[in-house]
């Protein structure tokens, strides 16, 4: 079935160049000496970057917007206590499958995926059969997916009661636990199915359906709470996290089945046209050949799933190592968590939105072009955090009484959380580099230990340093021992991250200075301010953020202004468009491009201007 030049009515049409589907054109050929790309320039990668960075950030903070929403139901209704502390434990299995299924490990493996098939069907190469190889990995993946993600809930739902012993030996209710364990194991199935859609959706620049999925989870799990709260108690949240994970997948459904529907299938090859069938070029960049019928190299998805499940690990450890301390505790570490993930969140967004266009770059063999755009979102999402990080030290009591203090959750909870922020907030920084730099080295569609092995380290510097603290420092040692091992991960995939994208790592890590001596002139600044504001901080903190937060801004922006002036290196990189040969100078007929150069020796059948035609819609 032929695509449509535009979108069918109902399709998102946020769509950045290099997207699945076009077609050749016989007369889009140009001649030899002038650059596909400088003859007929297609839209600006960056423009439509943008609009597809503000679509998600738009759905993506009301996404956030009514997880607090969700945190703030739960602290009202339940507090922080016993109840709590079990359903966090339950908590647990859809924070993994999160990772694991959504945002990292599913993600990293399909998104490459649907990026090599998509440049496959391009270049107008065909599937094993004479399919089109998009349609072909979909019946090839999500069916084994489904029936393995079924499976391991069925197993997770039998041995729920092994698991909280596991988890948290010292818990107050371990009966709640299992139940609501039992209830949000369901989540394996749907995030799985959730973070499939997105990876496919997000493979072909559509961006609107994936950034509501967590806009419709928790709205399933905020209406739970209010239906069923007062009937179920705190089960009723894991009730929510059953429901929820279904409306994901509904919200993502029927546009991936619209896109697969009118999706341009390969042309059938003519008798010595040249033409690859996906049996013949379907070899991993690693050279082993995948399994049969299963078209994602196994190394590579058991890479990504071990790193996305070392990286949850951190959650793992921190909670075994609360369960022994006063109940609330858990509670506590996880309200800090989640006023502290939002500078984060808002920091990783870009690179939700450019992963896709790194691995189309890479499969297309652009290395300069994706590391550009890498080390530019490596500095914008560090300045974004460490804003965030800023406000966040200076200004946590305010922040933690206007969010949550209310109903069940004191004063004194206030106090706890306030205290734990503070701490969390030194590895936020950490945080966002492994979730930018972690796509870099997956981008290139083959395995990677390095990350798994620097994950672990991490992880292990964890466990080790807050079995240490717990005891002299309690939850504030945890919070510690979690900032000290990400930010050893951090250190060690930036130092490593020269093979898939060759990153400067040096010209990175002197410009983080910049905006790291921001950070910590604004948190001062805050804190310094703080006294200045009297008791207006602890009986209006509305008022006091609207002063404070203006404030830290201002100094963060002047500092790290001042200190890009003074001598540290600016990655101020001019982008070329990432999928596609950037633009050369016209030459003489007698002097061939670097593309053309390039086309001969690697590609004598597939025409570079048929290239860009395919690219654009």
């Given at each position: 079935m032929t695509a449509p030049a535009t979108p069918p009515p109902g399709t998102e049409s946020t769509e950045i160049p290099g997207a699945a589907t076009g077609s050749h054109s016989p007369n889009s050929r140009t001649s030899e000496?002038?650059?596909?790309?400088?003859?007929?320039?297609?839209?600006?990668?960056?423009?439509?970057?943008?609009?597809?960075?503000?679509?998600?950030?738009?759905?993506?903070?009301?996404?956030?917007?009514?997880?607090?929403?969700?945190?703030?139901?739960?602290?009202?209704?339940?507090?922080?206590?016993?109840?709590?502390d079990a359903f966090l434990v339950a908590w647990t299995v859809p924070e993994l499958a999160s990772t694991l299924l959504i945002e990292e490990g599913l993600a990293f493996a399909m998104v490459p995926a649907f990026s090599v098939a998509l440049s496959r069907r391009a270049r107008g190469e065909r599937a094993a059969g004479g399919g089109d190889p998009v349609r072909a990995l979909v019946a090839a993946s999500l069916p084994r997916l489904a029936l393995w993600l079924t499976g391991a809930g069925a197993l997770l739902i039998a041995t729920a009661p092994l698991l909280v012993d596991l988890l948290a030996p010292g818990l107050d209710d371990p009966g709640l636990a299992v139940d609501c364990t039992r209830l949000t194991a369901t989540s394996l199935l749907s995030f799985g199915l959730t973070g499939y859609c997105s990876a496919a959706l997000r493979a072909h620049r559509s961006f609107l359906a994936p950034a509501t999925i967590y806009v419709a989870y928790n709205t399933g799990i905020i209406t739970a709470l209010f239906v069923c709260g007062g009937r179920w108690g705190v089960a009723s949240a894991a009730v929510g996290v059953a429901v929820g994970g279904c409306l994901m997948v509904a919200v993502q459904a029927p546009s991936l089945w619209r896109r697969l529907r009118t999706g341009e299938a390969a042309p059938p090859a003519a008798p010595g046209s040249g033409a690859q069938t996906a049996e013949e070029t379907s070899v991993p960049p690693n050279g082993a050949r995948r399994g049969a019928g299963w078209p994602v190299d196994?190394?590579?998805?058991?890479?990504?799933?071990?790193?996305?499940?070392?990286?949850?690990?951190?959650?793992?450890?921190?909670?075994?190592?609360?369960?022994?301390?006063?109940?609330?505790?858990?509670?506590?570490?996880?309200?800090?968590?989640k006023i502290c993930q939002l500078p984060m969140v808002l920091s990783l967004?870009?690179?939700?939105?450019?992963?896709?266009?790194?691995?189309?770059?890479?499969?297309?063999?652009?290395?300069?072009?994706?590391?550009?755009?890498?080390?530019?979102?490596?500095?914008?999402?560090?300045?974004?955090?460490?804003?965030?990080?800023?406000?966040?030290?200076?200004?946590?009591?305010?922040?933690?009484?206007?969010?949550?203090?209310?109903?069940?959750?004191?004063?004194?909870?206030?106090?706890?959380?306030?205290?734990?922020?503070?701490v969390y907030a030194a590895g936020l920084l950490g945080h966002t580099l492994v979730g930018a730099l972690i796509r870099a080295y997956f981008s290139g569609n083959r395995r990677a230990w390095?990350?798994?092995?620097?994950?672990?380290?991490?992880?292990?510097?964890?466990?080790?340093?807050?079995?240490?603290?717990?005891?002299?420092?309690?939850?504030?040692?945890?919070?510690?021992?979690?900032?000290?091992?990400?930010?050893?991960?951090?250190?060690?995939?930036?130092?490593?991250?020269?093979?898939?994208?060759?990153?400067r790592t040096g010209r990175v890590a002197a410009a983080l200075l910049c905006p790291l001596g921001g950070a910590v002139a604004a948190a001062a600044a805050g804190l310094a301010a703080a006294p200045l504001l009297g008791t207006l901080g602890a009986t209006a903190p509305a008022a006091a953020l609207a002063l404070q937060l203006p404030l830290i801004a201002l100094v963060f922006a002047a500092v790290t202004c001042l200190l890009g002036r003074r001598g540290f290196p600016a990655l101020s990189v001019r982008l070329p468009r990432l999928g596609r040969p950037a633009p050369h100078p016209a030459r003489t007929a007698d002097e061939p491009t670097a593309t053309a150069t390039a086309t001969k020796d690697t590609d004598t059948d597939t025409d570079p201007a048929d290239r860009k035609s395919a690219d654009v819609r």
């Open positions: 000496g002038t650059s596909p790309a400088a003859a007929s320039p297609p839209p600006s990668v960056n423009r439509l970057l943008a609009r597809a960075a503000l679509l998600t950030a738009v759905f993506s903070a009301a996404g956030s917007l009514l997880g607090l929403v969700r945190d703030q139901t739960l602290a009202q209704l339940f507090g922080a206590g016993p109840g709590t196994g190394g590579l998805l058991l890479t990504v799933l071990l790193f996305a499940a070392v990286r949850q690990s951190q959650v793992f450890i921190e909670r075994f190592l609360a369960s022994g301390l006063p109940a609330g505790a858990i509670s506590h570490l996880n309200y800090a968590q967004m870009l690179c939700t939105v450019t992963f896709p266009v790194v691995a189309r770059a890479v499969a297309d063999g652009d290395t300069e072009a994706a590391r550009d755009r890498v080390e530019r979102d490596l500095l914008l999402a560090a300045s974004v955090v460490l804003l965030g990080a800023a406000a966040v030290v200076a200004s946590a009591p305010q922040l933690v009484q206007l969010l949550f203090q209310r109903g069940a959750f004191t004063a004194a909870d206030t106090l706890a959380t306030a205290g734990v922020m503070r390095y990350p798994v092995a620097a994950m672990a380290a991490g992880a292990a510097a964890t466990g080790l340093l807050g079995a240490l603290a717990v005891g002299p420092f309690g939850v504030r040692g945890i919070a510690a021992a979690n900032a000290a091992g990400i930010t050893l991960t951090a250190a060690l995939l930036l130092y490593g991250c020269t093979r898939t994208v060759p990153l």
